[in-house]
């Protein structure tokens, strides 16, 4: 499973620029699936399992970005972000365009430190690349491990990916009808694009987004959260974007306990595919099992191996025995 998040994580995969990583999924699920296709907007699903209540499985592909807005006569570029960063410490860091291109991020001078935000921030590629306004650069890191962690770009939500890939590998028979949809465009707008699209079609019973979430076990972390690393998955209960649903809930926890997995409860900010999910056509009970995760939407993400296994085997018991349509 570490290969499968090394190679995942390495993958170009900005919100809107997807093909890489959906590439390198469906080739990861093989035969282990009964079917794979792509959808209009880019979303892979995969499907395998008996004629029971239809179980959406979602995470999405795309990784937040830095698209260019404009290119001086020396070659340096502005960027917009897509999705959601902060300026700190941006200056320095790598990011590389598809194909391998690299650039480091440089800063004009400043009086104060505060003054320092993403408009005094440019993109430098060093040579004439051929960069062009639209294009988009993501972080330029290696994935680090540090005994059980992980360190590195793009974990959310490659990690939420991992754990449907390896879910789908092991998940020998089911009741269920189970679709694994890795989604695009999560991390933009004010909606999951992907996952309120494939919802719509897949007209499922049941739905539940794997993703990253923070954590509170950092010095005098805010807002303050029970989440930590290394002490198991977490099920969502409240974000911004929903509260997930009782029976979805219940059943996740349940699943934890009947595959003696520790797991976490989760209320935070901030939202996921499942608040898409749950609003589309008539409404869909979703929930989140969600991975711990220290320092989002950076450069270098940390998470724990221990908690990544857990939400696999979490999800194989949830999947394990009949869900009822309602």
């Given at each position: 499973m570490l290969d499968l998040i090394d190679r995942l994580t390495r993958a170009h995969g900005p919100s809107g620029r997807e093909d890489?990583?959906?590439?390198?999924?469906?080739?990861?699920?093989?035969?282990?699936?009964?079917?794979?296709?792509?959808?209009?907007?880019?979303n892979l699903i995969a499907w395998k399992g008996g004629d029971g209540p239809r179980v959406m499985l979602a995470a999405h592909m795309d990784e937040i970005g830095f698209m260019v807005t404009h290119v001086d006569d020396k070659g340096f570029l502005r960027y917009a972000v897509v999705g959601g960063m902060d300026h700190v410490g941006l200056p320095g860091q790598r990011v590389a365009f598809p194909e391998g291109r690299v650039g480091v991020i440089g800063a004009e001078p400043v009086d104060e430190p505060k003054d320092l935000k993403h408009e005094k921030l440019f993109i430098d590629p060093g040579t004439d690349a051929g960069i062009a306004v639209g294009d988009v650069a993501v972080f330029h890191r290696p994935l680090e491990q540090a005994g059980h962690r992980l360190i590195g770009k793009a974990l959310d939500d490659r990690l939420g990916c991992a754990v449907l890939v390896e879910v789908a590998r092991r998940l020998a028979s089911t009741p269920n009808r189970v679709f694994f949809v890795f989604t695009v465009q999560e991390e933009v707008g004010l909606t999951a694009t992907g996952a309120l699209t494939a919802t719509y079609g897949l007209q499922p019973a049941w739905g539940v987004a794997v993703d990253v979430t923070d954590t509170g076990d950092t010095p005098k972390a805010r807002p303050p959260m029970e989440v930590a690393l290394g002490k198991g998955p977490a099920v969502k209960v409240m974000d911004q974007s929903l509260i997930c649903h009782p029976r979805v809930r219940r059943a996740l926890e349940e699943a934890a306990v009947a595959a003696e997995v520790p797991f976490q409860r989760e209320i935070c900010e901030g939202g996921t595919d499942a608040g898409a999910i749950a609003v589309t056509r008539e409404g869909v009970p979703a929930g989140v099992v969600s991975l711990p995760t220290r320092y989002l939407h950076g450069p270098s993400e940390m998470a724990d191996l221990r908690d990544i296994e857990g939400a696999v085997a979490l999800l194989l018991a949830f999947l394990g025995k009949p869900l009822p349509e309602s």
């Open positions: 890489d990583v959906r590439r390198l999924i469906a080739a990861e699920l093989g035969s282990h699936v009964e079917g794979t296709r792509t959808d209009a907007l880019g």
